[in-house]
């Protein structure tokens, strides 16, 4: 028994240790839990509001599929990523182990699919938004906003927020004297605001695919504990990683915030809650697949 006790608490050497008292109470764990996946389904409808505004402000009327797919890449990725923690809730918590048959491991291996596939496809979209950044058209004729004030165009003026020109806004809104048009855009774009959008559309880039690491990394685990693999250096490597990952996207969240766009601060700590509750689940079961294991090989010879 005490070489079990030993095993479980180095596996928590790393994010799991911060699981130990609310493994004690799992009641209040769930209730976290909910009030995290319940933020998260008010900010994704923030979030729907903001790709349809840009959508309006930006895109013309003829725009392609794939220029307005990508336009909508962080209702996509939103939509892939509530799939993804629904399937990871009910693999390592809600069902039961004798609810995993053939014909529910093949559902959730394609539900799952489809959910990676959504994720990839924005993981694209934002690199698409940062590409389109690198590649912009000069306005030409126009050295003030007042120019085109009154004729239905709009100003980017960060990475969500468009505002249309009017003769009692020119003024105020912009002070450059040279203007861009993205590419697939007819929204103006003043050039002393390229930097900060492809600052920031590199940092889209990068939250993208890290969370695909620690996703990958979260599957490499579930695959793990189903073969009773606790003690192994694969699995201890496996929490140290998803550890280091999780601190890039801590790291992204700070930047968000500082740079002024504090729902995208807000909402990336409220994933990495959410995955964190996936997290606990993990623990969770990993401590009662030890008592399972402990109790088997304490008891008497014989013993059902």
């Known amino acids: 028994m005490n070489t079990e006790a030993n095993t479980v608490q180095h596996h928590w050497v790393t994010l799991k240790s911060l699981f130990v008292p609310l493994l004690v109470h799992p009641r209040i764990a769930q209730l976290i839990k909910w009030a995290v996946y319940i933020g998260l389904t008010i900010n994704f409808y923030f979030y729907w509001l903001d790709d349809l505004r ?11 599929l794939d220029d307005l797919l990508t336009n909508f890449s962080t209702t996509i990725d ?7 923690i629904i399937l990871f809730e009910l693999e390592t918590y809600a069902l039961p182990d004798e609810a995993f048959t053939r014909r529910l491991v093949n559902s959730l291996r394609l ?10 496809y924005a993981a694209y979209g934002y690199t698409m ?7 912009v058209a000069l306005v030409e004729g126009v050295s ?11 100003i980017q003026l960060d990475q969500v927020r468009f505002e249309e020109v009017t003769l009692a806004n020119c003024a105020a809104l912009s002070g450059d004297s040279v203007f861009y048009n993205l590419d697939g855009d007819v ?5 002393s605001l390229l930097p900060h959008l492809r600052t920031m559309g590199w940092l889209d880039i990068i939250n993208a695919y890290v969370w695909l690491a620690v996703v990958a990394l979260i599957e490499a685990e579930v695959w793990l504990q189903t073969k ?8 201890q490597g496996v929490r140290i990683s998803k550890s280091l990952f ?6 992204n969240g700070v930047i968000w915030g500082v740079s002024g766009y504090y729902m995208w601060a807000w909402d990336a700590f409220l994933w990495i809650f959410g995955f964190w509750a996936i997290e606990f689940n993990l623990a969770y079961w990993e401590k009662e697949r030890l008592e399972e294991l402990a109790e088997t090989k304490t008891a008497p010879a014989g013993a059902v």
């Open 54 to 64: 840009s959508f309006r402000a930006s895109l013309p009327e003829d725009v392609s």
């Open 78 to 84: 939103i939509i892939g990523w509530f799939g993804l």
């Open 111 to 120: 539900g799952k699919l489809v959910c990676y596939l959504l994720i990839f």
């Open 129 to 135: 938004e940062w590409l389109d950044t690198m590649n």
């Open 144 to 154: 003030s906003l007042c120019q085109v004030a009154g004729q239905g165009v709009s």
């Open 187 to 191: 929204a103006l774009v003043g050039q």
């Open 228 to 235: 009773d693999r606790f003690g192994s250096r694969t699995l």
């Open 246 to 251: 999780y601190l890039v996207l801590i790291g």
